[in-house]
C-alpha cells in the first residue's frame, strides 16, 4: 500500500520558519520525482515545489521567491520542505506527491498569524 504521510505544520507568527516532512512507503521512492502543492480553503490546489529522484534539481513557484527549500533523503524515504520568511498568505494545507500524480498525501496544515 502506497502511503504517504506529512507532518511539521502548524501555527506560526509571520517571518517564522517551519519544516515539513512526507514520510513515504509502498514505492520506489529513490526512482520518484516528488512534489509539494499546497491548498486554501475555498481555492484550487497550488504547486509549490518539485524535486527530481535524486534531489539534485529543483524547481519553485514564483510565489516561493527563494523562501522555501525542497529536498529529499533517499535513505529514509523522505521528503522535506524547509520554509522560512513565513507570511500570512502561506496559510494553507500543504501536501506532498508523487510526480506522477498517483498519490498523494492528505497534508499537514500551515497557519501564518500574529
Known amino acids: 500500500e502506497v502511503q504517504l504521510v506529512e507532518s511539521g505544520g502548524g501555527l506560526v507568527l509571520p517571518g517564522g520558519s517551519l519544516r515539513l516532512s512526507c514520510h513515504t512507503s509502498?514505492?520506489?521512492?529513490?526512482?520518484?520525482?516528488m512534489r509539494w502543492f499546497r491548498q486554501a480553503p475555498g481555492k484550487m490546489p497550488e504547486w509549490v515545489s518539485t524535486i527530481n529522484s535524486v534531489g539534485t534539481t529543483t524547481y519553485y513557484a514564483d510565489f516561493v521567491e527563494g523562501r522555501f527549500t525542497i529536498s529529499r533523503n533517499n535513505s529514509m524515504n523522505t521528503l522535506y520542505l524547509q520554509m522560512n520568511s513565513l507570511k500570512p498568505e502561506d496559510t494553507s494545507l500543504y501536501y506532498c506527491?508523487?510526480?506522477?500524480?498517483?498519490?498523494r498525501g492528505r497534508g499537514t496544515q500551515v497557519t501564518v498569524s500574529s
Open positions: 509502498g514505492f520506489d521512492f529513490s526512482r520518484s520525482g
Open positions: 506527491a508523487e510526480y506522477s500524480g498517483n498519490n
